[in-house]
């Protein structure tokens, strides 16, 4: 078996990338202690500075995955012990891949790793199964000053700033760290959306209750009881009331339903437009999952199905297949795919829409704001979830669609959190966990778009590339 390192770099280096990791996994949500991510990469680069033959590389690489993957996955060992020891072992595979594949050495080495780094991020992201994009170091960076980049290029290329720093820092490379300055300069004044074109008095409702995956297995009118005695506390006059996703979980389409007329009645009675989350169940097998609009006349007037599903959550990836040796009883349904755009057309205004999961993904958001979307709505629910982390970190992701987009953002969850974000991603409001709350906030419309919402991530991806393959020339 070949050994982890060299016999000159043996173990400590490998110990190195491990803290190195760990120290990543605190810059993180819940943690997010934002500027450890710097020196983290900056171990991460020394360690690995000079380490010619890819498998020691590769390794040192896993050390430091592990360290950022373990702690920031943890979450999931509420589940599935086997499972979250398999998916933390994937997603360190993605990083320890990048680190083979830098260039261990030439003077592009500074931009080299980061720019894998970014090409990992990227491929973690979409595969498998349409990718897990969770424990990522940029969703660290929404507090830190390097944000604004976001508008620029997303979250691929915060991350390979927030890493170019790190090398620079490693390699003690000036002209690295100005660029990272500059380029942090450059986000900071890059458009963010524009003026707000008209604003909307808000209420997000959270209906409170107990959380972790046992103490949710409850009867759904009564969660859905909890929301409707909490919106008692909205005070018209209010343009927009959201509710949390899969709070309706009802057996037939919304508007047969008493649910769907107590709604509407609501809607009415507050003369406001109100969106809620609604599981409608599809032939036993299926459900929808959906943000359903009613205006302030009652009618129902749009709707949005999520489109991007959570794996093994509301659905399972060949089910046949699985279920002739493991228990499938806690996923009993597949989610249905939606086909439609994410935009509902309101009197608030029109509003983009991504359902929980996808606020992680940042071309669903982008897809919103393109389709007109002047305001984000987020309606998830967290309240599986024992501890905070999964809850801190959706916070974290919205923060960054808000910043990408240029778009105010609210987000509603049955446990928490439920937050107001404005379009540089500060955050105006937020509620406590469990607590029955209702957040009154006036948040603005705006029909701006920034660079990243025009482009996408293609441009940073093929510059990375591009870096990748220049660096390997140049070490020739």
């Known amino acids: 078996m070949t050994p982890i390192v060299d016999a000159d770099h043996r173990l400590p280096r490998a110990a190195l990338c491990l803290a190195a990791g760990l120290v990543a996994a605190a810059s993180i949500p819940p943690w997010g202690w934002w500027p450890l991510a710097i020196p983290a990469v900056a171990a991460l680069t020394w360690a690995t500075d000079g380490i010619d033959r890819w498998t020691h590389r590769f390794w040192l690489g ?15 060992a509420e589940f599935h012990a086997i499972g979250v020891a398999l998916v933390m072992l994937l997603e360190t595979a ?45 969703l660290g960076q929404v507090g830190g000053p390097l944000v604004g980049v976001a508008r620029l290029g997303g979250h691929l290329l915060l991350l390979g700033v ?22 942090g300069v450059a986000g900071h004044v890059a458009p963010d959306g524009g003026a707000p074109v008209d604003t909307i008095d808000t209420a997000v409702v959270q209906g409170g209750g107990p959380r972790g995956f046992r103490g949710v297995e409850t009867d759904p009118r009564r969660v859905f009881d909890a929301h409707l005695a909490a919106t008692g506390e909205v005070r018209p006059p209010v343009d927009l009331v959201l509710w949390p996703e899969d709070v309706v979980d009802i057996e037939d389409r919304i508007d047969r339903t008493e649910e769907g007329g107590t709604l509407a009645a609501l809607a009415d009675s507050l003369d406001t437009t109100l969106v809620a989350g609604v599981v409608e169940d599809v032939g036993g097998t299926r459900f929808t999952n959906a943000a359903v609009a009613w205006g302030p006349d009652g009618e129902l007037l749009d709707r949005y199905d999520k489109r991007h599903r959570v794996p093994f959550g509301e659905y399972v990836p060949g089910r046949s297949l699985i279920e002739r040796f493991a228990d499938l009883s806690v996923i009993p349904r597949d989610a249905i795919v939606g086909r439609g755009g994410n935009r509902l057309d309101t009197p608030a205004g029109p509003l983009g829409v991504v359902i929980s999961f996808e606020v992680y993904f940042a071309d669903r958001a982008r897809a919103a704001a393109r389709a007109g979307g002047q305001v984000l709505l987020v309606p998830t629910n967290a309240a599986s979830f024992t501890t905070s982390q999964v809850p801190t970190t959706e916070v974290a992701a919205a923060r960054l669609r808000a910043v990408e987009t ?9 446990t928490g959190y439920g937050v107001v974000i404005d379009h540089r991603g500060g955050i105006r409001a937020r509620t406590t966990l469990s607590r029955r709350q209702v957040v009154h906030r006036t948040v603005a419309l705006r029909d701006g778009t920034t660079l990243y919402t025009r482009l996408g991530d293609v441009p940073v991806l093929l510059v990375a590339l591009l870096v990748v393959a220049a660096a390997w020339r140049a070490k020739s």
Do not use: C, K, S, Y
């Open 162 to 183: 927030t890493a170019t720093a790190g090398a620079a820092l490693a390699r003690r490379h000036l002209l690295a760290a100005a660029v990272v300055v500059l380029v």
């Open 406 to 414: 240029g778009r105010d953002l609210l987000q509603a969850a049955p």
């Open 62 to 76: 896993a050390a430091f995955g592990l360290g950022l993957f373990v702690p920031g996955l943890w979450w999931m």
């Open 94 to 138: 993605f990083v320890a891949a990048a680190v083979a594949v830098a260039p261990p050495r030439g003077r592009l080495r500074v931009v080299a790793l980061p720019a894998a780094l970014v090409l990992a991020e990227a491929a973690r992201g979409a595969v498998p199964f349409g990718g897990l994009p969770m424990a990522g170091i940029a």
